[in-house]
């Protein structure tokens, strides 16, 4: 059987994710077109607000946890679309895929639901949404393939983002950068391509962006942060409180805004 090789980060191909029994603190609701939503923080969106794109496992508590303690550390409302539907994420017990014909499927599913190009204008959607109602600043960050929809947004001609940041991403491309106008967090793992983070540092350096973009590489496996992150593991905990530190301190100098 040929496959299409959608995803060729082997890492976010092979790595499993873990259980955690965090407690979110949000809720969720329709919006902006999905019937799905985790919103955590203020009630209504204010000075800053963010949207999460999380992982191919969709909502799972690390990720949560990292929406809440945003919305704390920025008091800004986040939100997390549940950009799979209609169709589910990919189920944590098929991971990592073991034959042939799994490893196809998840191919086609990085073509078909978790196709980053169609997640982009529902994700711009959503961005657009909360401006209208009110929001003078919005950002936008993304995990694994998350991270190349969210810089994607952020390239778009018409894009409502006013920052963006991609951690430890997927199908990571120099060529997503070359029209981003907008601030960028870049923080990878030791498992996505150095020289393209090298390539997008210097194509950020000549950009006017550059004084409020950020870069950091993160001694630690791809999906530290996310779905895949074991918070019993005094390492990969380290690494993820920091990941998070890091990501609001980025969102509070790009937007002005003091952190809580």
Not at 25 to 41: L, R
Not at 85 to 111: H, I, M, N, R, S
Not at 113 to 141: C, H, M, R, Y
Request: charged share 25%; glycine share 8%; aromatic share 10%.
């Amino acid at each position: 059987m040929s496959t299409t090789v959608h995803n060729t980060n082997v890492a976010c191909c092979t790595i499993p994710p873990v259980k955690s029994d965090y407690q979110p603190k949000g809720s969720y609701k329709s919006y902006a077109g999905f019937s799905k939503v985790y919103v955590t923080g203020p009630e209504k969106p204010g000075d800053v607000a963010l949207v999460c794109v999380y992982d191919i496992f969709g909502f799972k508590p690390q990720t949560q946890q990292g929406a809440d303690i945003l919305a704390e550390k920025l008091n800004a409302q986040v939100l997390m679309p549940d950009f799979f539907e209609p169709a589910e994420p990919w189920p944590v017990d098929k991971f990592p895929p073991q034959t042939d014909e799994e490893k196809g499927k998840l191919q086609a599913f990085f073509g078909g639901p978790a196709k980053p190009q169609d997640a982009v204008s529902k994700l711009i959607n959503v961005g657009k949404e909360l401006k209208a109602e009110g929001a003078k600043w919005v950002g936008t960050f993304g995990f694994c393939w998350g991270g190349k929809v969210t810089i994607l947004a952020g390239s778009a001609e018409s894009t409502p983002f006013d920052a963006v940041a991609a951690v430890h991403p997927a199908m990571l491309n120099h060529g997503d950068v070359t029209e981003l106008k907008v601030p960028l967090g870049l923080y990878p793992s030791n498992d996505e391509p150095v020289d393209e983070s090298k390539q997008i540092l210097e194509i950020i350096s000549k950009k006017p962006i550059s004084d409020k973009s950020d870069y950091k590489l993160y001694d630690s496996f791809h999906g530290f942060a996310a779905a895949r992150a074991n918070l019993d593991d005094p390492e990969n905990k380290k690494h993820y409180e920091d990941l998070y530190a890091r990501l609001a301190t980025f969102f509070a100098k790009a937007s002005g805004t003091p952190l809580q």
